[in-house]
T-cell receptor, first 113, second 114 residues
């Protein structure tokens, strides 16, 4: 079945550092890919998405490119802020999976001032 | 614009008690989901409903039942709560099909079974 694997955390960075959170997926079809963010005490909210190969999703300075050849969707940000501290989830949704959203385990990010 | 509303936000149950978690969405979405979130395990799908009148098991359905009451509401029932069901539960909804399958989440229910 479909699955998502993302790097384990926690990731601890200083403010203005470069962020990469790795995500790879397994899917039988051609999934849409997502990054969700969960701030403390809240539900998940969509950060960005890409729906086909080579698409780049971007939002709030975060970017991720849909790489079909490496089945990856790594999240990057050039300069993190303390307010970016949260848990980040990579996810996919696939027609052959009935469009259920499958999530990775999540990566907790701490940004120090 | 309420989005997805879950009740209650917090609940403590004794082992063997039953309860129902309520979820409602006002976005006219066809699909609704129940997930549980446990440390180090991300979100695991319990049950989902692709459309009104249909429900299907997800990854971890044992010990739970669901009801898709109408297009807006999707409830999750624990018939006989166990400590292993201590978790944070999230309801979500999405449009069915196509590329617009972004999921919208409620604020979560923190359930403790003692």
């Amino acid at each position: 079945g479909d699955s998502v694997t993302q790097m384990e955390g926690p990731v601890t960075l200083s403010e203005e550092a470069f962020l990469t959170i790795n995500c790879t997926y397994t899917a039988t079809g051609y999934p849409s890919l997502f990054w969700y963010v969960q701030y403390p005490g809240e539900g998940l909210q969509l950060l960005l998405k890409a729906t086909k190969a080579d698409d780049k999703g971007s939002n709030k300075g975060f970017e991720a490119t849909y790489r079909k050849e490496t089945t990856s969707f790594h999240l990057e940000k050039g300069s993190v802020q303390v307010s970016d501290s949260a848990v980040y989830f990579c996810a996919l949704s696939d027609r052959t999976g009935g469009f259920k959203t499958i999530f990775g385990a999540g990566t907790r990010l701490f940004v120090k001032a | 614009n309420a989005g997805v509303t879950q009740t209650p936000k917090f609940q403590v149950l004794k082992t063997g008690q039953s309860m129902t978690l309520q979820c409602a969405q006002d976005m006219n979405h066809n699909s609704m989901y129940w997930y549980r979130q446990d440390p180090g395990m991300g979100l695991r799908l319990i049950y989902y409903s692709a459309s009104e009148g249909t429900t299907d098991k997800g990854e971890v359905p044992n010990g739970y039942n669901v009801s898709r009451l109408n297009k807006r509401e999707f409830s999750l029932r624990l018939e006989s709560a166990a400590p292993s069901q201590t978790s944070v539960y999230f309801c979500a909804s999405s449009e069915a099909g196509g590329v617009n399958t972004e999921a919208f989440f409620g604020q979560g229910t923190r359930l403790t079974v003692v």
